[in-house]
Nanobody, 111 residues
Framework: AQLVESGGGLVQPGGSLTLSCAAS????????MNWYRQVPGKERDRVAT????????NYAAFVKGRFTISRDNAKKMVFLRMNSLKPEDTAVYYC?????WGQGTQVTVSS
């Protein structure tokens, strides 16, 4: 499988970003997908999960109400819309399927 993230960057506190992940090499529409994030020196934390058809979502407490995960099965893509960003959201964000990971995309929240 291959997962390629994009959409990271520098944003001011309170701002928004949308991350994208393009998936290939597996039956994308049959599986749930995840977003994780990692700060240097710390463990990788799960941020959000979406069910195979997109009808079910689950979020970590620290992003609930601010982030939204979605997917487009026709395009084999999963998204993470991040609103009301805080400096503590600064991390490398990874797309995940089973034991496969993308290369990550850096999100920096700073004024």
């Amino acid at each position: 499988a291959q997962l390629v993230e994009s959409g990271g960057g520098l944003v001011q506190p309170g701002g928004s970003l949308t991350l994208s992940c393009a998936a290939s090499g597996f039956a994308f529409s049959s599986y749930e997908m995840n977003w994780y994030r990692q700060v240097p020196g710390k463990e990788r934390d799960r941020v959000a999960t979406i069910s195979s058809a997109g009808g079910g979502t689950n979020y970590a407490a620290f992003v609930k109400g601010r982030f939204t995960i979605s997917r487009d099965n026709a395009k084999k893509m999963v998204f993470l819309r991040m609103n009301s960003l805080k400096p503590e959201d600064t991390a490398v964000y990874y797309c995940n399927w089973r034991n496969d990971w993308g290369q990550g995309t850096q999100v920096t929240v700073s004024s």
